[in-house]
T-cell receptor
Framework: GQNIDQPTEMTATEGAIVQINCTYQ??????LFWYQQHAGEAPTFLSY????GLEEKGRFSSFLSRSKGYSYLLLKELQMKDSASYLC?????????FGSGTRLQVQP | ETGVTQSPTHLIKTRGQQVTLRCSSQ?????VSWYQQALGQGPQFIFQ???????GRGNFPPRFSGLQFPNYSSELNVNALELDDSALYLC??????????????FGAGSRLTVL
């Protein structure tokens, strides 16, 4: 099975940096995904880490430590449109398992 | 390219009834996965279809069943509906065997309410 732990809610200010942490326990680990989901919309792909280290993509970066079962998503230069839920999802043998998500509220 | 489309977008059923949800995968994708998302929760994996065969299943009872058609579209069927089946049902497609094989493209979902 897979257990995923991430904070339920976070609040940050426009222009700031926020880090969303995720710890997981999984069997048959094949990488870790982060998805963004705005209220009432479908999840959209943000990043994928299969090896340890940092992957940077514009304002978003994601880090993975396989030995620690730990990942984080870093969002820089926050914008109001970044207010959404962020879903941590380790990939098992067959499918992604999603955490409950972190609801990020960006304030002016 | 067209994205993943799902129908219907909303529907209401009563306990004990049956429902069929439909999904057209993104052009060029050959794998379809179905997820159930309850309010305030992350999506939960139901099953995945590849080459018209079930290719993995989550912790859902047999009354949840599916099909994949030769054009890679898919159906999710739920029999004997229960109140707890009320949720957003998400379909996601991907292309098995590609470098981005595990990147799922989600549809907007079908919101099912069971009364």
């Amino acid at each position: 099975g897979q257990n995923i732990d991430q904070p339920t809610e976070m609040t940050a200010t426009e222009g700031a940096i926020v880090q969303i942490n995720c710890t997981y326990q999984t069997s048959g680990f094949n990488g870790l995904f982060w998805y963004q989901q705005h209220a009432g919309e479908a999840p959209t792909f943000l990043s994928y880490n299969v090896l340890d280290g940092l992957e940077e993509k514009g304002r978003f970066s994601s880090f993975l430590s396989r030995s620690k079962g730990y990942s984080y998503l870093l969002l820089k230069e926050l914008q109001m449109k970044d207010s959404a839920s962020y879903l941590c999802a380790p990939l098992g043998r067959r499918a992604l398992t999603f955490g409950s998500g972190t609801r990020l509220q960006v304030q002016p | 390219e067209t994205g993943v489309t799902q129908s219907p977008t909303h529907l209401i059923k009563t306990r004990g009834q049956q429902v069929t949800l439909r999904c057209s995968s993104q052009s060029g994708h050959n794998t379809v996965s179905w997820y159930q998302q309850a309010l305030g929760q992350g999506p939960q994996f139901i099953f995945q279809y590849y080459r018209e065969e079930e290719n993995g299943r989550g912790n859902f009872p047999p009354r949840f069943s599916g099909l994949q058609f030769p054009n890679y579209s898919s159906e999710l069927n739920v029999n004997a509906l229960e109140l707890d089946d009320s949720a957003l049902y998400l379909c996601a497609s991907s292309l098995a065997g590609s470098s981005g094989a595990n990147v799922l493209t989600f549809g907007a979902g079908s919101r099912l309410t069971v009364l």
